[in-house]
């Protein structure tokens, strides 16, 4: 009987579990598989996918979701995640400019015609073992020539009430476009 009521118990437990880390990562998985798009404002009309899918940056266990534009063509969104404990973002080198922990980024992208484009980290999301930042670009005009676009991930530095982007990038990659 003791044995029966244990199996319960830790059947019990292990549901409540299973809830728990289900309820705490459902926003976050949904982002990070492209069941919703990376944008902070849930839009109007589904954006244009500028990119086939998901992709990992180098070795560092950064990845990166689908850029995305809006119908007008303007702007480019997508989103980047990783595990809480990724050596590279809990770097404590320097005073780094956090949100929530976490630090921020100024996102370069240079087109192939050479246009370069600033984009920064607007929000995130925090999973129980992942964090997702929302990456965003207002001034980005799709361009239907466009072939590839090469993204530099700058950590900013804290500096009194403003923030200077470090000097060398931490992350770098290209990407096809569609």
């Given at each position: 009987m003791k044995k029966i009521r244990l199996a319960i118990f830790s059947l019990i437990a292990l549901i409540i579990i299973v809830c728990f880390f289900y309820l705490d990562n459902r926003e976050l998985n949904r982002l990070t598989n492209d069941q919703i798009y990376p944008m902070v404002?849930?839009?109007?009309?589904?954006?244009?996918?500028l990119t086939e899918g998901k992709l990992e940056i180098g070795d560092e266990g950064v990845h990166l979701t689908k850029l995305y534009s809006r119908n007008t063509s303007k702007g480019l969104y997508f989103g980047m995640?990783?595990?809480?404990?990724n050596n590279l973002m809990n770097n404590e080198e320097k005073k780094w400019k956090r949100k929530k922990g976490q630090i921020e980024f100024l996102v370069k992208a240079v087109d192939s015609n050479g246009t370069t484009y600033d984009g920064r980290t607007v929000g995130l999301v925090t999973g129980t073992f992942s964090v997702f930042q929302y990456v965003q670009f207002d001034g980005f005009h799709y361009d239907q020539d466009l072939e590839e676009l090469t993204l530099f991930f700058y950590p900013m530095i804290a500096e009194g009430d403003e923030a200077a982007p470090n000097a060398q990038a931490w992350l770098e990659t290209t990407i096809p476009v569609e």
């Open positions: 404002e849930e839009p109007n009309q589904h954006p244009q996918p995640w990783y595990g809480k404990g």
